[in-house]
């Protein structure tokens, strides 16, 4: 997440074990489940994600946990979740990424990974709440509309953590490299991921290994000495998750590498986008088409970092680079570098603004809010949490959902 010190949304849950609304995951026992009634939504007509455009194009995708905001699932809630959820459709997404979290799905090695747990679906403690059956859920939500699904997964669970020395200082407990003999329950959470989208009839294109392996919250330790001179340790542990994922994928599904930190220059603790790039098998990185980065508004563009990283390493096609996370709001001084906002229309001018910078550049081809129900803890959301509000934003990515394709010219500014 693009700029951050700390962690964003996901990462405070993560840390917090919060956000049950997606972490809660579930195969077996299998809830009664209402079906969907949702029809397939019209998104902009579809032009190529894996590979540079011939000219400027940006699509649109969104990250959020409770699919009820996606869907209706048949399930009892609250008038408020469809009020939001026509707002959401507003923004006509051609992705929906969905997180998985290995460590609440399998917190135990003798059972099998549990994706469909039944979950109130609140913001921890904060309503409004509405039921769900974990990622399986989420899976029914992308079948019922129809868009192309993106999963990434995260949270080592203890029992698959190799112990590696070095600098763990402000970790979370789920932030570690895999052991290698977990490496086979990992390639079955995977599979049963796919078994499940392809169960519920949900378009599952995209795979990315782990989220934000440059970051300590996610992967640690990322050096062995707490010194931002120390060389970087996360490039094998990622590597290792990669190859694995790569192993599962099949039927023009595609690995997408990447979903970084926007961190541009080595920290004690973290490892730069560039640093990573260029630590990274060059068998490995020209393997896959797309990279996925994180840059939330309020910061420096990490698109031109990326871009020359990945260029170096001499890969016989250039890769599309996908903003898989980004997002404007006030985040906390301690999570986010990206705080150089004063305003919530300030906020918006800016996200317009990267969003045609991002329209202009052949190479970024995707860009995803991060997320839509506010998360109170790292604020980027495009409605707040009590779901009584829209923040500015929301007006501005509807704006870009409004146009009939991706290559369509931009909008006015929204906000």
């Known amino acids: 997440m693009a700029f951050r010190v700390g962690v964003g949304v996901l990462a405070v849950a993560l840390v917090v074990g919060a956000l049950v609304l997606a972490r809660d995951g579930g195969e077996e026992p299998r809830p009664a489940r209402p079906m969907p009634t949702a029809t397939p939504t019209p998104t ?108 990434v997964f995260t949270g080592m669970p203890a029992w698959a953590a190799a112990r590696v020395p070095g600098c763990r200082r402000s970790t979370s407990s789920t932030a570690a490299g895999p052991r290698a003999s977990a490496l086979p329950a990992y390639r079955r959470l995977i599979a049963q991921v796919l078994a499940i989208a392809r169960e519920e009839g949900a378009d599952v294109r995209y795979v990315s290994p782990w989220n934000e392996p440059n970051h300590p919250y996610f992967l640690a330790p990322q050096r062995a000495a707490c010194d931002a001179a120390a060389p970087s340790l996360a490039a094998a542990p990622y590597a290792a998750l990669a190859r694995a994922a790569a192993a599962e994928l ?37 393997a896959a088409r797309v990279w996925s980065q994180h840059a939330y508004i309020g910061g420096t563009d990490p698109v031109v970092a990326v871009t020359r990283a990945l260029d170096a390493r001499g890969c016989p096609r250039r890769h599309a680079i996908w903003i898989t996370e980004t997002g404007v709001g006030p985040a906390p001084g301690g999570l986010s570098l990206a705080r150089g906002i004063t305003s919530e229309r300030q906020g918006c001018k800016l996200l317009h603004r ?31 949490t009590d779901l009584r509000r829209a923040r500015p934003a929301l007006r501005e990515w509807q704006a870009w959902g409004a146009r009939p394709t991706p290559a369509s010219q931009p909008p006015s500014n929204g906000c």
Do not use: H
């Open 44 to 151: 902009p007509t579809p032009v190529p994600l894996d590979a540079p455009t011939a000219g400027p194009s940006l699509a649109l995708g969104i990250t959020e946990f409770n699919p009820n905001l996606v869907a209706d699932l048949g399930y009892p809630i609250g008038p408020e979740w469809a009020r939001w959820r026509e707002q959401l459709l507003r923004i006509r997404p051609t992705v929906y990424r969905i997180v998985v979290p290995w460590s609440s799905s399998q917190p135990d090695p003798s059972g099998p990974p549990v994706l469909a747990a039944p979950s109130a679906g609140c913001m921890r403690d904060k309503g409004p709440c509405a039921q769900l059956a974990g990622v399986r859920d989420q899976l029914r939500a992308l079948a019922a509309r129809q868009w192309q699904g993106m999963v």
């Open 250 to 286: 099949s039927g023009g599904q595609e690995l997408v590498l990447g979903e970084t930190a926007g961190i541009l220059a080595p920290t004690a603790r973290a490892t730069a986008v560039g640093e990573l790039i260029r630590a990274l098998p060059r068998q490995l990185v020209c």
């Open 354 to 384: 990267r969003l045609v910078d991002w329209y202009e550049n052949p190479r970024v081809t995707l860009a995803v809010q991060y997320t839509f129900r506010e998360d109170d803890l790292f604020p980027t959301g495009l409605v707040t």
